[in-house]
């Protein structure tokens, strides 16, 4: 790994712009014209972070020798981390300690550089992310109506995870944002691919504030997703909190195999399949709703709608799950002509994904937080039991496998 000094100045930057590139010099002088005609009168510094495997690092050499503001290159060789793992390395390298991070593809404006700026100067948030997915968003640069969808659900599920440090967050996927250096343990931070703003965010308790993106095209280069890609998002998100859905998932196996065990009980009994398939998903939509109260959920309660409340949007959801489930289950069975429980058992595979995205986003989604937000300008203590549960997010939340 070397780094060099392309242009310097006498006077330390404000602001650090993060520029991670794999292969994107066709982008180079662009990128930076546009960012220094965008924070004209700011001093700043881009910092490129380079793992390309052709002349880009050549291409901003020559770029930074003329360019109006301060421009340097730090090429890493060994590339641990994928992007996120070079957006840590920027963090640390930065002059600043207001960095910036965005593509090296243009489809991150640099006319939005200012409105971050001005956002943080609000003194209320750590970090402001670009969303694609707030009023005046646009996410046309996704290109394909595919693209969208799984960008969408992959969000979704990104919020379900972390409902409670994510719960102000509409674009936790996004590659564009600003963070305050000095609030990160940049050593806590596992990095593995693309999404590092869902690592700093999950990894740390920070305030959280937004403002809209127009996701541009890209103009030049191809986009670095994959299927690859995808499958170490899925990996890390799952190291990243694998204990609440875990859990969640443990409990479903339990109500599973007891839904099974009913049924297979009545059947014995000379119930209709149907029927029994009905009684098994009731005693076990209950029985999971008090465990999941018990031991999954339990430090949402407190921020979340009353008992009762939680219980009928619970209980409402899971019956028009089983609505939906049981006449697929019962299509199987008399179109495959494979047993009642094995059916059972494929489609319960297929609705524990939904109901762990309804749970978490709706049930126990935070509305008294919420409202005490919109309600008080001014921040309030922590009560005692806020604290115990902010102690044990932070205990769970500690580097390494969890």
């Known amino acids: 790994m070397d780094?060099?000094?392309?242009?310097?100045?006498?006077?330390?930057?404000?602001?650090?712009?993060?520029?991670?590139?794999?292969?994107?010099?066709?982008n180079v002088a662009e990128l930076v014209g546009r960012t220094a005609d965008a924070l004209s009168g700011i001093e700043v510094e881009i910092l490129f972070v380079d793992d390309s495997s052709d002349d880009t690092p050549a291409e901003i050499a020559r770029v930074?020798?003329?360019?109006?503001?301060p421009v340097r290159v730090l090429h890493r060789d060994d590339n641990v981390g994928g992007l996120g793992g070079a957006v840590v390395e920027g963090l640390r390298a930065a002059a600043s300690d207001i960095c910036i991070v965005m593509d090296g593809d243009l489809q991150h404006p640099p006319e939005l550089l200012p409105a971050l700026i001005a956002r943080h100067d609000e003194a209320d948030a750590d970090v402001v992310a670009a969303s694609r997915y707030i009023g005046g968003g646009d996410t046309s640069g996704l290109g394909t109506a595919l693209r969208f969808g799984?960008?969408?659900?992959?969000?979704?599920?990104?919020r379900a995870m972390f409902p409670i440090r994510l719960a102000r967050s509409t674009d936790p996927m996004t590659g564009f944002f600003l963070v305050d250096r000095s609030r990160l343990?940049?050593?806590?931070?596992?990095?593995?691919?693309?999404?590092?703003?869902?690592?700093?965010?999950?990894?740390?308790?920070?305030?959280?504030?937004?403002?809209?993106?127009?996701?541009?095209?890209?103009?030049h280069g191809?986009?670095?997703?994959?299927?690859?890609?995808?499958?170490?998002?899925?990996?890390?998100?799952a190291r990243l909190r694998f204990g609440k859905m875990s859990l969640f998932a443990l409990i479903g196996a339990l109500g599973a195999l007891a839904n099974l065990g009913i049924m297979?009980?009545?059947?014995?009994?000379?119930?209709?399949?149907?029927?029994?398939?009905?009684?098994?998903?009731?005693?076990?939509?209950?029985?999971?709703?008090?465990?999941q109260e018990r031991f999954v959920f339990a430090d949402m309660k407190t921020d979340a709608r009353?008992?009762?409340?939680?219980?009928?949007?619970?209980?409402?959801?899971?019956?028009?799950?089983?609505?939906?489930?049981i006449p697929l289950m019962a299509l199987m069975v008399e179109t495959w002509h494979i047993s009642s429980v094995l059916a059972t058992g494929l489609s319960l595979i297929?609705?524990?994904?939904?109901?762990?995205?309804?749970?978490?986003?709706?049930?126990?989604?935070?509305?008294?937080?919420?409202?005490?937000?919109?309600?008080?300008?001014?921040?309030?203590?922590?009560?005692?039991?806020?604290?115990?549960?902010?102690?044990?997010?932070?205990?769970?939340?500690?580097?390494?496998?969890?």
């Open 264 to 291: 297979w009980v009545l059947t014995e009994f000379g119930m209709p399949y149907v029927w029994a398939a009905i009684i098994g998903a009731e005693v076990t939509i209950i029985g999971n709703f008090l465990l």
């Open 150 to 158: 799984v960008s969408r659900v992959a969000t979704w599920l990104t």
């Open 3 to 26: 780094a060099a000094v392309l242009q310097g100045g006498a006077v330390a930057p404000r602001v650090t712009v993060i520029v991670p590139t794999f292969n994107e010099r066709e």
């Open 185 to 219: 343990d940049l050593e806590t931070l596992r990095p593995q691919g693309f999404k590092i703003l869902l690592e700093i965010l999950a990894r740390t308790d920070l305030r959280i504030a937004e403002v809209p993106m127009e996701f541009a095209e890209r103009r």
């Open 222 to 237: 191809t986009s670095k997703a994959s299927i690859r890609q995808g499958t170490t998002f899925l990996a890390h998100l």
């Open 350 to 402: 297929v609705a524990f994904f939904a109901r762990f995205l309804f749970h978490s986003l709706v049930v126990y989604a935070p509305q008294r937080r919420r409202k005490q937000d919109a309600a008080a300008s001014e921040p309030k203590p922590d009560t005692a039991a806020i604290r115990v549960i902010k102690a044990i997010d932070a205990e769970a939340m500690r580097p390494g496998e969890l």
């Open 306 to 325: 009353g008992l009762g409340i939680r219980f009928a949007a619970s209980f409402g959801f899971n019956n028009v799950e089983a609505a939906l489930r």
């Open 64 to 69: 930074a020798a003329d360019a109006p503001i």
